[in-house]
């Protein structure tokens, strides 16, 4: 199973996501926001006191701008004042506003230059600003991109687990044979294993030379087994560093051998026969013009389904025709001559007769092309020619 979070938690399966981390801050915020809307409202429109049975209470319900309010005494309707409050929540808002912008990395700065942001500020703090919100989206990027590393390195050895053989694929355009086992995940994983590791070697030194200065017994103590732990495990990425890069050069040895075996009988593949060359020397469009030679190779492949003999001459004769049908315009002469150069295509005929045989009736390729369009058999077509 395979995780994407953006911040990961020691000692727990799941991660945090953003949601997660500015959820509180949000309701936070909205709840101050809502405080401060409700306190505008109140002060603008705020409850009425009135003395009971000495005021119409219609006129009072009566939000009409300048209605009057019958009344039988003065002083019988008095505002409930709401002091504003509002503007002193207002620093609250800004400040979750900016812990939001601290946690997710998307400030006011890295969006484009605001006014405010960017007023009596220096060119050395806005840089610094804008990197440091690019530092933090880089880390959950970085996050969110071990856990792509680590599915796609679980497709991987899924496929070479499975896959013996490998598959042939195109590249370059040519089909070339590809074995998954040739791609190997954990060469670069163990390097980037290596870097972290030098790295924390690196700050566990620095740690030491600091409680030294310090005299500091127990930080220094901690910083020995940390830098023991950290050298046993430099030897083990090693030790299986050297292991895979072996595994790696015997694999593709192997897989030298196989490409050199599979390549024998490609070489040895039989030739064209003399009527074939005969046909693609005077078509000359076939191998020069990539969709002709691809249509008349999916012609060739439904002659053959059909039954033809691809030694006949009826078979080439079929396969001139129907890429003629196809692409009338590539031919030499005019319309008209290649009309009539076009081979008929016999029908038998609606019509038979016991004495004379079978009676057939010869479309033409327009013929043929509108019955196909129209989809009615040519059988039935030729009854009303």
């Given at each position: 199973?395979?995780?994407?979070e953006?911040?990961p938690?020691?000692?727990?399966f799941y ?12 309701d936070?915020?909205t709840?101050i926001?809502?405080g401060i809307?409700d306190?505008?409202a ?5 409850r009425?006191?009135?003395?009971d049975?000495?005021?119409n ?5 009566n ?14 309707v ?5 002091p ?6 207002l ?5 979750l506003?900016?812990?939001v912008?601290?946690?997710t990395?998307v ?6 230059l ?6 009596s ?6 840089q610094?600003?804008v ?13 969110l991109a071990d856990?792509?590393r ?6 991987l050895r899924l496929?070479q687990?499975?896959m ?5 694929m ?8 590809v074995?998954p ?6 060469k670069?994983?163990?390097s ?14 620095q ?16 910083a020995?087994?940390a830098?023991?732990?950290l050298?046993?495990?430099?030897e083990r990425i ?5 292991k895979?890069e072996?595994?790696?050069?015997n694999?593709q ?9 599979y390549?024998?009988?490609v070489t ?17 469009w076939?191998?020069s ?9 999916r012609i060739?492949?439904g002659?053959v ?7 006949s001459?009826n078979?080439?004769n079929?396969?001139?025709?129907r890429?003629?049908l ?6 030499e ?5 290649t009309?009539s150069?076009k ?6 005929s609606?019509n ?7 009676k057939?009736?010869?479309?033409t390729?327009s ?10 058999p040519?059988s039935?077509?030729?009854?009303y020619?």
């Amino acid at each position: 199973m395979q995780k994407f979070e953006i911040d990961p938690e020691p000692h727990t399966f799941y991660g945090r996501s953003i949601a997660d981390i500015v959820i509180d801050d949000q309701d936070a915020a909205t709840s101050i926001l809502r405080g401060i809307l409700d306190n505008v409202a109140m002060t603008n429109n705020p409850r009425v006191g009135i003395v009971d049975g000495a005021v119409n209470i219609d006129d009072v319900l009566n939000n009409e701008i300048g209605a009057i309010v019958r009344m039988r005494q003065p002083g019988a309707v008095q505002d409930l004042a709401v002091p504003f409050t509002a503007g002193q929540t207002l620093g609250a808002l800004t400040y979750l506003d900016q812990l939001v912008e601290g946690k997710t990395g998307v400030t006011r700065a890295s969006m484009g230059l605001d006014p405010d942001a960017m007023q009596s500020t220096t060119k050395a703090a806005v840089q610094a600003t804008v990197q440091a919100a690019a530092g933090q989206v880089e880390v959950m990027v970085r996050n969110l991109a071990d856990g792509a590393r680590d599915l796609f390195g679980m497709m991987l050895r899924l496929l070479q687990k499975n896959m013996e053989n490998g598959a042939m694929m195109r590249m370059n355009g040519r089909f070339q044979p590809v074995d998954p086992k040739a791609f190997d995940i954990d060469k670069g994983y163990m390097s980037e294993s290596e870097v972290r590791n030098k790295m924390a070697a690196d700050l566990a030194r620095q740690a030491l030379i600091a409680a030294r200065n310090e005299g500091d017994y127990s930080k220094e103590e901690e910083a020995r087994a940390a830098l023991t732990k950290l050298d046993l495990e430099s030897e083990r990425i090693r030790v299986t560093k050297q292991k895979k890069e072996q595994e790696y050069e015997n694999f593709q040895k192997e897989l030298e051998t196989q490409q050199q075996t599979y390549q024998q009988p490609v070489t040895q593949r039989p030739q064209p026969s003399q009527k074939a060359i005969d046909w693609a020397e005077k078509n000359t469009w076939f191998k020069s013009d990539p969709e002709m030679t691809d249509y008349a190779q999916r012609i060739h492949r439904g002659l053959v389904a059909e039954g033809f003999d691809t030694e006949s001459d009826n078979y080439y004769n079929e396969l001139t025709q129907r890429v003629k049908l196809k692409f009338p315009e590539s031919f030499e002469g005019s319309d008209q001559t290649t009309r009539s150069a076009k081979i008929a295509q016999p029908v038998a005929s609606a019509n038979r007769s016991a004495t004379t045989g079978r009676k057939s009736v010869r479309l033409t390729p327009s013929q043929v092309k509108i019955a196909n369009k129209l989809g009615v058999p040519l059988s039935e077509y030729a009854k009303y020619v």
